[in-house]
C-alpha cells in the first residue's frame, strides 16, 4: 500500500532571518546580562502597533542610539539589567499586555513578540548559560 506524500511546509527566507534576529537578541542580551531601550524626558520609548502597544529593544547600546533618529530624536540608550529584564520587566509588560518589537532599525526589519514567550526564553538561555536571576 503507498502512503500519500507528506507535505512539508515551506518556510521563506523573512521568517528564517526574524528567526535568527530574535535568537541573536537572546544570545547577545544573554552574553551582556542586559537589555537596552531608548528614554526621554517623558520615559522609554513606546509605539502603537495595531492595537497593542510595542516597546522597542535592543541587544547592543550602538543598535539603540543608531535608531535614535527622526521621531525618536533627543533619546537616549539606557540600559536594563537582566536581573529588572526578565524579572520586573517582562512581567509587567504582559500584564499591560503590550509587545516588545526586537531590535528595529532604519529599514524597518524587527521581529514583533508577546512578552511572555521571551520572558520563558530569556529564562531557559539563562539557565543554559548558568546564570541566575
Same mark, same amino acid.
Given at each position: 500500500m503507498t502512503q500519500a506524500p507528506v507535505e512539508l511546509a515551506l518556510v521563506d527566507d523573512?521568517?528564517?532571518?526574524?528567526?535568527?534576529q530574535y535568537f541573536q537578541f537572546l544570545e547577545r542580551s544573554v552574553e551582556t546580562n542586559q537589555v537596552w531601550g531608548l528614554r526621554d524626558q517623558?520615559?522609554? #520609548?513606546?509605539? =502603537?502597533c495595531q492595537d497593542d502597544i510595542c516597546l522597542p529593544v535592543w541587544a547592543d547600546q550602538d543598535e539603540a542610539n543608531a535608531c535614535a533618529q527622526d521621531e525618536w530624536e533627543g533619546?537616549?540608550?539606557?540600559?536594563?539589567p537582566?536581573? #529588572?529584564?526578565? =524579572?520586573?520587566?517582562?512581567s509587567n509588560m504582559v500584564r499591560k499586555k503590550a509587545r516588545l518589537v526586537i531590535s528595529p532599525n532604519d529599514v524597518d526589519e524587527c521581529v514583533v513578540i508577546e512578552p511572555l514567550d521571551i520572558q520563558q526564553d530569556t529564562l531557559a538561555a539563562l539557565r543554559a548559560a548558568n546564570i541566575a536571576v
Open positions: 523573512a521568517f528564517l532571518a526574524a528567526r535568527a517623558q520615559g522609554f #520609548v513606546q509605539f =502603537g533619546c537616549e540608550a539606557v540600559s536594563i537582566m536581573k #529588572v529584564w526578565a =524579572g520586573q520587566w517582562l
